[in-house]
């Protein structure tokens, strides 16, 4: 089994600062990209940004200059810095991991982990 908790949601004012992070145990052999997607009530979950092993970083257009995120992989953790957060960034926020996992039998298979979701709320 593979776990992700992540941390560091909650309410904050327009233009306000807020870091998310999340951290991956289990049954992990190796970690390829991590990062965070979101979703507000009544739409889809999206993807905000991913980094991959090796530091590649994407992000969705409406938050590059803005969000940054980054990855310890020692500790198969990431973290994303949200600056001049606005009221359309309100969602709940989910982590994941695209992991290869040590089964009981020995056998290494892939999978994308997620979270649970930690809600972001931003006030007018």
């Known amino acids: 089994q593979v776990q992700l908790v992540e941390s560091g949601g909650g309410l904050v004012q327009a233009g306000g600062s807020l870091r998310l992070s999340c951290e991956a145990s289990?049954?992990?052999?190796?970690?390829?990209?991590m990062g965070w997607y979101r979703q507000a009530p009544g739409k889809q979950r999206d993807l905000v940004a991913g980094?991959?092993?090796?530091?590649?970083?994407n992000y969705a257009d409406s938050v590059k200059g803005r969000f940054t995120i980054s990855r310890d992989n020692a500790k198969n953790s990431v973290s994303l810095l949200m600056n001049s957060l606005k009221p359309e960034d309100t969602a709940v926020y989910y982590c994941?991991?695209?992991?290869?996992?040590?089964?009981?039998?020995?056998?290494?298979?892939?999978?994308?982990?997620w979270g649970l979701g930690t809600q972001v709320t931003v006030s007018s």
């Open positions: 994941f991991a695209d992991v290869l996992r040590s089964d009981p039998w020995g056998y290494h298979t892939p999978r994308r982990a």
């Open positions: 289990g049954s992990i052999v190796s970690i390829n990209a």
């Open positions: 980094i991959t092993s090796g530091g590649n970083t």
